[in-house]
Every structure is written in structure tokens, then in C-alpha cells.
């Protein structure tokens, strides 16, 4: 188990890092596309800061997903569950946070053979827009599409994609969208990170 010291060492380097820098849920595989089954997530993280966020968690929940509210520091979620969960075996998550959160579990990752399968980085624009920039699998990439037109409720979108991330390997692309939003708020002005963590799977 890494020590509080040596957790708080990641935390304090996630800090540093410049944040430009870009109950299982598991539905059945389609018979029709035949496409593999969702990898199946142990928990979906989300920031109660920030609304985005709270709107990404009431989907995700929605879908059946077990769902875990930080606000910012995931020292408690890791010391209290996550560690003793992985220690049994690794077991995908996902999330919508700030950069800090995410920039420590993957490092945590690493040591359970886990890796970050999908992220989108979400940065609003100087005009009140906000830009989705993805990398993950293309099937996922195809269904984000609409983000484009979702402004206010790309929350929810991101919620139904993360959900749907495939198993084991697939074809990887990267796309990016620019959404419009009904009018220029101050919410959720920290850029914002989707991700989801999956055990690495040898094909």
C-alpha cells in the first residue's frame, strides 16, 4: 500500500503539473452491432464543485453505475476504498474531475496493471463555448458526435460515453467538438477532464 507520505507526494506533484496539459455497471453486448461489451466500472467519480460534474454523476446513476462525490481531493476515496478494492484485483472506474484527481489515480493505476483507456479534456472558450478534445476508442468517439450540439447538457453526454467504453483493445482515434452554450456562465471556469481507468487486457 503507498503510504499517506507517498500519496501526498503524487498530490502535491498533480498540483504542480500545469493544468493546460491535456455494485458493477455492465449492459449487454449488442447481438446486432456486435460490438464487445462496455467494460464493466466499479465506480464513476465525480466533483461535487462543479455543476457539469453533478450533471455528468445524476446520469451516470441513471445508468446504474455506482457513483462516489469528491470535492476536489481524492485522498479519502483511495485511502477507503479504492486501494483495498484494487489490492483484490484491478477493476475499472470512471470520471469527471478537475485535472489534479485524475493526474494521481493514473499514476495509482500503473501499479495495479491500469491504464487510462479514454479521456476527453473540456476547456471553455473565451467566448462562453466550450471545446470537447477526445482520445479513446473510435466506437465511443462515433457516439460523441452530438456533443457539438449539447451545450449546456454535455454532462449527461459524457456520462452515456464513458459508459459505453468497450473491453479489451480496440481501434483508438482522437476527434474534437465545439459546443455552443445557451449564454456565457461562470460555471465550472476550471477545465474539466472525462476519463476512464481500465485493467489492461494481453489480446
Same mark, same amino acid.
Given at each position: 500500500m503507498a503510504s499517506r507520505r507517498e500519496f501526498l507526494q503524487v498530490g502535491f506533484a498533480a498540483l504542480a503539473?500545469?493544468?493546460s496539459a491535456r455494485a458493477a455497471f455492465s449492459p449487454a453486448v449488442s447481438a446486432q452491432t456486435g460490438e464487445a461489451?462496455?467494460?464493466?466500472?466499479? #465506480?464513476v467519480v465525480f466533483d461535487e464543485r462543479f455543476p457539469a460534474s453533478v450533471q455528468f454523476a445524476e446520469q451516470a446513476r441513471k445508468l446504474g453505475a455506482s457513483v462516489d462525490g469528491i470535492k476536489g481531493d481524492i485522498t479519502s476515496l483511495w485511502f477507503h476504498d479504492l486501494h483495498y478494492r484494487w #489490492? #483484490?484485483?484491478?477493476v475499472?472506474?470512471?470520471?469527471?474531475?478537475?485535472?489534479?484527481?485524475?493526474?494521481?489515480?493514473?499514476?495509482?493505476?500503473?501499479?495495479h496493471r491500469m491504464r487510462?483507456?479514454?479521456r476527453a479534456d473540456h476547456k471553455r472558450l473565451p467566448d462562453g463555448s466550450i471545446e470537447h478534445t477526445l482520445s479513446g476508442p473510435e466506437?465511443?468517439?462515433?457516439?460523441?458526435a452530438d456533443l457539438g450540439a449539447d451545450g449546456p447538457n454535455w454532462g449527461s453526454r459524457i456520462a452515456n460515453l464513458v459508459t459505453q467504453v468497450p473491453q479489451g483493445r480496440s481501434a483508438s482515434g482522437k476527434a474534437a467538438f465545439v459546443a455552443p452554450l445557451a449564454k456565457p456562465t461562470?460555471?465550472?471556469p476550471e477545465?474539466?477532464?472525462s476519463w476512464v481507468i481500465a485493467p489492461i487486457r494481453s489480446e
Amino acid at each position: 500500500m503507498a503510504s499517506r507520505r507517498e500519496f501526498l507526494q503524487v498530490g502535491f506533484a498533480a498540483l504542480a503539473f500545469p493544468i493546460s496539459a491535456r455494485a458493477a455497471f455492465s449492459p449487454a453486448v449488442s447481438a446486432q452491432t456486435g460490438e464487445a461489451a462496455p467494460t464493466p466500472l466499479y #465506480k464513476v467519480v465525480f466533483d461535487e464543485r462543479f455543476p457539469a460534474s453533478v450533471q455528468f454523476a445524476e446520469q451516470a446513476r441513471k445508468l446504474g453505475a455506482s457513483v462516489d462525490g469528491i470535492k476536489g481531493d481524492i485522498t479519502s476515496l483511495w485511502f477507503h476504498d479504492l486501494h483495498y478494492r484494487w #489490492k #483484490k484485483g484491478p477493476v475499472a472506474i470512471a470520471g469527471l474531475t478537475a485535472h489534479g484527481p485524475i493526474f494521481c489515480l493514473e499514476r495509482l493505476a500503473w501499479d495495479h496493471r491500469m491504464r487510462v483507456v479514454f479521456r476527453a479534456d473540456h476547456k471553455r472558450l473565451p467566448d462562453g463555448s466550450i471545446e470537447h478534445t477526445l482520445s479513446g476508442p473510435e466506437s465511443v468517439l462515433r457516439r460523441a458526435a452530438d456533443l457539438g450540439a449539447d451545450g449546456p447538457n454535455w454532462g449527461s453526454r459524457i456520462a452515456n460515453l464513458v459508459t459505453q467504453v468497450p473491453q479489451g483493445r480496440s481501434a483508438s482515434g482522437k476527434a474534437a467538438f465545439v459546443a455552443p452554450l445557451a449564454k456565457p456562465t461562470g460555471d465550472d471556469p476550471e477545465p474539466l477532464v472525462s476519463w476512464v481507468i481500465a485493467p489492461i487486457r494481453s489480446e
